[in-house]
């Protein structure tokens, strides 16, 4: 779990549409790492991993392991793919990419000291072409994600696993797998009921919110491709997946989505799929955007039409490699950053294509802020009421040369005396999280009372909203 101490104004429940003006919201796109790509598939390299046929879309999941001081990696690959194996790279432009049956996926795993060199280690653990000298930890696994449990009592069962084992088109069916090391897993066992699609990333989670394990997955619906959420008190029996978010038509069909539990909510990392018109410059792609629930249950897109991780520049065969299609895993806390790992692939998603590991950055709790419309004039962000516990609270903001923020209190509409924007201190040099201030009076001497705060500014970007203060839910 990341930070849970805020109130990000991405959230529609703390902002009051109909008193703000001049304000929009705009996602923050994370920064790229210039080290990036980090991890290539290596089918061709010297010496070459034969099973690293082709990586597709990787589903990477990754998170930082203490008792081996060092970040986890694993993605799914196909590991026999003769449409990917029998044409080279140099012939691949004018080559039309068919799947055959013969299409086998696996999990891979890989490590790194730093979370920037990641090592692919000899695992010993499947046989491919007569040798276990690679790094599969699972054949016919697809879409896997590994969950470590230090709740759990037990040490065999420390680590937890859920994919979806694919042996063909007609044979398939969800399972779950457990282990001491992050390596060794036990003998799979299937789901005791229902056998979703799942084909894609199969993204499980420990939700400390609702005390559960919860599991994002996909179903179709009538051509279309929905995230669906399962939920389990012991990872082994799921409730039946059902349909918790949507895109919009064909162009924009929710392909995967990581989540991770964050400030009053939940933030989600849905792959958009772009498909229904082959003209469009974006078909056939796939881009990440930002997503928002205060539930887990209920989603909607952050900014729809602006992605978190924007694709790179270029087109198949000669652009950069996440140039087509952007495959995240939920974020992690690398010091006072926030670390989003992706899939890149410099082909579009039924194409041939080559792939490699990404990563991308943003600051704690900027992932998306209000600055105004028109520039040459103010904003004013409005809140819904919060009852204030205490005399601390802060904004987070970003400012421009002669930018300020400033702030009053509200009763509804009514103006609370002491509280007004001539009582407060300006924020003018701060960039970062600034203490609201005012001259004589103190905050809890509201004693509780429901208050919105009217926040305005010129040349100013708000992010969010932490304190002595909750949040009252809206009729």
């Not at 990333?201 to 179903?219: C, K, M, P, S, V």
């Not at 895109?247 to 995967?256: D, H, I, L, T």
């Not at 040369?401 to 005396?417: D, H, N, P, T, Y």
Request: charged letters at 25%; hydrophobic letters at 35%; aromatic letters at 12%.
């Amino acid at each position: 779990m990341l930070n849970h101490n805020d109130y990000l104004f991405l959230d529609t429940s703390v902002v009051n549409a109909q008193q703000t003006r001049n304000a929009q919201l705009r996602i923050r796109p994370a920064e790229k790492s210039p080290t990036a790509p980090l991890l290539w598939e290596e089918y061709s390299a010297d010496p070459p991993r034969s099973w690293e046929a082709r990586f597709d879309n990787g589903y990477p999941h990754v998170f930082w392991d203490p008792s081996i001081d060092r970040y986890r990696l694993y993605y799914t690959v196909f590991i026999i793919d003769e449409s990917s194996t029998s044409v080279s790279h140099e012939s691949r432009p004018s080559s039309v990419y068919i799947p055959g049956s013969d299409r086998t996926a696996a999990l891979c795993y890989a490590e790194s000291r730093d979370g920037i060199m990641w090592e692919k280690p000899e695992l010993g653990i499947v046989e491919f072409e007569g040798n276990a000298a690679n790094n599969i930890v699972m054949r016919n696994a697809h879409g896997t994600s590994v969950v470590r449990d230090e709740r759990d009592p037990n040490p065999e069962r420390r680590y937890k696993l859920i994919t979806k084992l694919e042996f063909s088109s007609t044979h398939h069916f969800m399972v779950v797998a457990f282990s001491d090391d992050g390596i060794h897993f036990s003998e799979p066992r299937p789901w005791p009921r229902y056998n979703p699609r799942a084909d894609t990333h199969n993204f499980a989670y420990w939700d400390a919110q609702r005390n559960e394990f919860g599991l994002i997955t996909r179903l179709w619906s009538n051509g279309l491709r929905v995230a669906a959420k399962s939920e389990s008190s012991d990872f082994v029996s799921w409730s039946e997946p059902r349909e918790v978010f949507r895109g919009q038509g064909f162009a924009e069909q929710v392909y995967s989505m990581p989540v991770v539990p964050y400030a009053q909510g939940y933030l989600g990392f849905p792959a958009m799929f772009h498909e229904g018109d082959r003209s469009s410059a974006d078909f056939d792609t796939v881009d990440t955007r930002l997503a928002f629930s205060t539930d887990g249950e209920h989603w909607e897109l952050v900014c729809p039409d602006q992605a978190i991780v924007g694709r790179g520049a270029g087109h198949y065969p000669d652009g950069d490699f996440d140039s087509s299609c952007i495959y995240s895993a939920a974020p992690i806390s690398i010091g006072d950053e926030i670390a989003l790992y992706y899939m890149g692939s410099n082909g579009p998603h039924t194409g041939y294509r080559e792939a490699a590991l990404g990563r991308a950055t943003f600051e704690k709790d900027k992932f998306a802020y209000y600055e105004a419309v028109d520039s040459d004039a103010e904003s004013l962000l409005v809140t819904t009421p919060f009852s204030l516990s205490g005399n601390t609270v802060e904004l987070l903001v970003e400012l421009d040369s002669e930018g300020f923020v400033e702030v009053e209190l509200r009763k509804g509409l009514e103006q609370i005396a002491g509280f007004g924007r001539e009582e407060f201190m300006s924020i003018t040099e701060v960039d970062g999280w600034a203490i609201l201030q005012f001259d004589a009076q103190k905050l809890e001497s509201l004693g509780g009372e429901a208050v919105s705060f009217w926040i305005h500014g010129r040349h100013a970007r708000v992010f969010a909203i932490r304190g002595a203060l909750e949040s009252i839910p809206r009729p």
